[in-house]
């Protein structure tokens, strides 16, 4: 069974910028695609950025122009660059297969923007 290890996440002001890695204990980046998922107090989880195995990216409307989502497979590493940081962006963020989980999730790490 694949384990995913997030991390990168902390506490920044609005505006700020935090860059969030995804480590997979197998090559998985090459033939799957993954997800950044985020999950704020009391709603549910939601997809935030895609990234296929091609490397094509894709983004949830909310954080279109602010996050950039890549990978290096090499590493087998996915991160996640958030710039533009807003308080809405407060969350637990993990990351996944996509568009539905395969593996066990990981316990995410923590991203809280204050205002």
């Known amino acids: 069974q694949v384990q995913l290890v997030e991390s990168g996440g902390g506490l920044v002001q609005a505006g700020g ?11 998985i980046f090459s033939i799957v695609t993954i997800t950044w998922y985020r999950q704020a107090p009391g709603k549910q989880r939601e997809s935030v950025a895609t990234i296929t195995r091609g490397g094509f990216a894709d983004y949830a409307d909310s954080v279109k122009g602010r996050f950039t989502i890549s990978k290096d497979n090499a590493k ?10 807003k308080p809405e962006d407060t969350a637990v963020y993990y ?3 996509g568009p539905y989980a395969m593996y066990d999730w ?3 790490t923590l991203v809280t923007v204050s205002s």
């Open 17 to 27: 910028s935090l860059r969030l890695s995804c480590v997979a204990s197998g090559s």
């Open 106 to 108: 990981g316990k995410g």
């Open 76 to 85: 087998n590493t996915v991160y996640l660059q958030m710039n533009s940081l």
């Open 95 to 97: 990351c996944n297969t």
